[in-house]
């Protein structure tokens, strides 16, 4: 006999077997507008890059799609007229997908249909009932993201990087005033391979977290630049990029991890200490830093 069905995994199941059931994904026809879930998903996302659209790589990692299908529907959106593909007028050798006009009225039937089906999904229900369907679905939302977002090693200079880190500075820029000078151009050349690596965690193309990994004169692996989007807090997301930079320091022969940080930053004091990060005397010349961490891994 099969073995019993882990709960959890039951009840995800059974969740989308209900939701797909009930918002149309079997049917040839989605939201009665003559085509299927995919290319209506892949007109929807373009509508929402404005005017300016997406590019294909943009659409890409928004949606997951390996490029050969996400080629077939375009060509079908194109076929169809509503869709135009051209070069990037900023990088040529990048393709920009907009709408036609003929795109952007199917876009706002497209819209306007979700809208009318949602609400006629809540529409039996009670306020109360209204609230926790709201309240449980925005959970599962972030937890489901935040479990099928990827961690990649990627190189300081990268566009994703730098994005997160300048998103990293601002906050804590805010926070306890720090100024960062050339503090990350320092920063990218000691993460550089072999010593030291970035990781940037992204979801649907965006950078959502970050951390990378330096090394210190004592060989040791200094944990740096940790962040993660404020937007991603709570769903378990800086514990496990802390544990997938810890991993990847131990695979290049590293046996002890040091961080630093300011006093001010209560969660992630707290998220050190739950990793099994003990509290040390400075072991650097961080003029910012008012804690300071360590941890055999």
Not at 32 to 50: K, N, Q, T
Not at 74 to 84: C, F, I, P
Not at 169 to 181: K, L, N, S, V
Not at 215 to 232: F, H, N, Q, S, Y
């Amino acid at each position: 006999m099969p073995e019993p069905l882990d709960p959890h995994i039951g009840v995800l199941r059974g969740f989308n077997r209900t939701y797909t059931q009930r918002i149309g994904v079997l049917q040839d026809s989605f939201l009665g507008m003559g085509r299927a879930l995919g290319p209506s998903r892949l007109l929807f996302e373009v509508g929402e890059g404005g005017a300016a659209g997406l590019t294909v790589r943009a659409l890409r990692d928004r949606l997951g799609l390996d490029t050969g299908y996400l080629s077939r529907l375009l060509r079908s959106l194109e076929a169809d007229g509503l869709v135009e593909v051209r070069p990037d007028d900023d990088d040529r050798r990048r393709r920009r997908v907009t709408l036609t006009r003929r795109g952007r009225t199917a876009w706002r039937r497209l819209d306007e249909r979700s809208d009318d089906l949602a609400r006629t999904l809540v529409e039996p229900l009670t306020d109360r009932q209204r609230g926790r369907l709201t309240e449980a679905l925005a959970t599962a939302d972030l937890l489901v993201r935040a479990a099928t977002v990827r961690l990649g090693e990627t190189p300081a200079t990268d566009p994703a990087a730098v994005t997160a880190m300048a998103a990293y500075f601002a906050e804590i820029g805010e926070r306890f005033g720090f100024e960062p000078g050339d503090a990350w151009a320092l920063d990218a050349d000691a993460m550089a391979p072999p010593d030291g690596f970035f990781v940037v965690a992204s979801s649907d193309g965006e950078p959502v977290a970050c951390g990378g990994v330096q090394r210190l004169d004592d060989g040791a692996a200094e944990i740096k630049r940790m962040w993660v989007d404020r937007r991603w807090r709570g769903a378990g997301l800086g514990s496990r990029l802390l544990r997938h930079l810890e991993a990847t320091a131990r695979e290049r022969g590293y046996a002890l991890v040091r961080l630093d940080t300011h006093s001010s930053l209560g969660e992630a004091i707290a998220m050190y200490e739950r990793a099994g990060y003990r509290a040390t005397e400075r072991y650097n010349d961080n003029p910012w830093a008012r804690r300071w961490f360590a941890k055999d891994i």
